[in-house]
């Protein structure tokens, strides 16, 4: 939770400071992760130029951190990502303790009515320090707001 305050106020100051640089610098999305199926919330700032820095939570039990790489606009069309995920379950781990599951893949992002976006991606990952390592599937999508 800190983490996504943290990422929000760094998305403001860099607008604030850079206010004359292109718009938009972040996006706000309600996404699901379908693989299990997880409500999330994402904030997506653009750090510099293409490369935008990304944090999900459901405020429980996943968390995850992205960066990603816009390959024509920023927060636009075809990206490329990298990134892990922070999953508390009884059946990853039976003590209960978070598992880490690095993961890359690619996604689009479409832009409608100007700055509303529609953000699907698909990627894969493998746990790491899970009790029964495994590789899963990164399916998610989600829509929201740039400004």
């Given amino acids: 939770m800190r983490a996504l305050l943290a990422l929000i106020v760094s998305c403001w100051l860099m607008e604030t400071a850079d206010a004359q640089v292109r718009q938009p ?15 999330l919330l994402t904030v997506e700032c653009r750090v ?14 996943i968390h ?18 990298v990134g892990s995920a922070f999953v508390e379950s009884t059946t990853l781990r039976r003590d209960r303790q978070s598992t880490v599951l690095p993961y890359v893949g690619a996604g689009y ?5 100007k ?10 990952g493998r746990t790491i320090n899970a009790d029964q390592n495994s590789i899963y599937p990164i399916i998610k999508t989600g829509i929201g707001k740039r400004f």
Wanted: glycine share 4%.
């Fill in 48 to 61: 510099v130029e293409n490369l935008s820095l990304q944090g999900e939570t459901n405020f429980s039990r």
């Fill in 115 to 124: 700055n509303w976006v529609i953000d699907s991606r698909l990627g894969i």
């Fill in 64 to 81: 995850g951190v992205n960066l990603k790489y816009y390959l024509i606009d920023p927060l636009q069309k075809t990206y490329v990502f």
């Fill in 109 to 113: 992002a479409h832009v409608f009515h």
């Fill in 25 to 39: 610098i972040i996006s706000l999305r309600a996404s699901v992760l379908l693989v299990p199926f997880t409500p």
